[in-house]
């Protein structure tokens, strides 16, 4: 009988093991979203986490990657096309609009100074207080291509990196939150 | 602990996070929490609400101990002990 127990207790041991190695202490989020309250949430949740010890890594898709552009960087030799994304989208953290009552730009001011009002930290200063905390930024090689975006243009944060789909899946796979913002 | 046993503690650390939102208060606790020992005593000033309910549920993800909220007219008093 207790030769039994015992073998359950050694099989049980093995599964709560294996999952243990399945999953990190890690969180994955995709931030897809171009849009200045959007990208906040996301960095006040990854901010949240790494506060947590966890650790947090971001994967910047599509309109997303337009916010790690930096203003006081530029890159010359574009095709047509790329230069015209590159006009047209917002340069850097400090040009996205909110996603909703953006107002011709009138609504995003009064949100910024509101969140001055309040001490909300600004989308630079999450940015800084991201890369002290160590936080992981993956910037999707596709998305660049097609918004003829340029590693050189980018800010200059501690942990970034350019890949593809599947450096956000074997993260997402280990990480014990997935996130898509 | 009653808020009278918790005035009478003498704080390793005081974090002073007044004023500033969420994330602010906890992103202040978790800097500061690697400035103290294991078994010492912090202490986060905070004028933000949710502070309240946040700090006690990343203490218990940190296995800190969350000891209680002294209330002062404008903000509160959380403390906790390091693990």
Redesign the interface.
Known sequence: MSLEIDKQIQELKEQVSKLEKGTKDQLSMVVFSGDLDKILAAM?IA??A????MKVKLFFTFWATAALRDPKKSVKGKHIMAKMFGMMLPKGSGRLKLSKMNMCGMGTSMMKGLMKK????SLEEMFS?AGE?GIDINICEMSMNLMGFKKEEMIDYPNLAICGVATFLSDAQESKIQLFI | MTSEELKSLKSNKVVDARGTACPGPLLAAKKAIGEIESGEIMEIFSSDEGTKNDIPKWCQKMTHEFLGIVEEDSYSRLFLKKA
């Open positions: 006040i901010t949240g790494a506060a947590f010890d309040n001490k909300v930290a207080t905390l």
